[in-house]
């Protein structure tokens, strides 16, 4: 897998550039992650993967998964003319998700943001866990998340149409 920007990873990347000051650097990181919790290609927004495609993150113009414009793009790729996708960077895991959640609160706090879109975008992963994740069997918890794909993973995108 090449290109792959894991949930996990940019989340402790976050909180890192935090104690060492790059806010700057964190602010990137963290701009990234509100836009992740509101763009999936299938999902209600708050549902995260466990891994993204590096660089731009937007779908280009034209491109509409699941008919949904501008969605994140996933890390995958072209094999036979078909293009695929890991199991693990689709998925979720309940813990990489509150490892995002407690990049995005320590941005929050450390930079004494006016803004609350740092605390909303936290607050919006963490309910999509409560509603999603929540295990009231025995003493109660939470479950490990969900692997694989969304329904019909290969209907989802659409290729722009030639204008020619």
Known sequence: MRNVAFTYDNALALMAFLAEGSNDDAKLIADAFVY???HDRYYSPGRIRNGYM???LKTAPGWTPN???FTVRMPGWTQNNQWNEDEFAVSTHTGNAAWLMLGLLAYY????SAEATYLNAAKLVGDWIESNCRDTR???GY???FEGWEPAPTELYTKPQSTT
């Open 109 to 112: 706090e450390k930079t004494g």
């Open 138 to 140: 025995g003493a109660g």
């Open 67 to 69: 008919g949904r414009q």
């Open 36 to 38: 992740i919790t509101q």
């Open 54 to 56: 590096g660089g731009d």
């Open 143 to 145: 479950t490990a998340g």
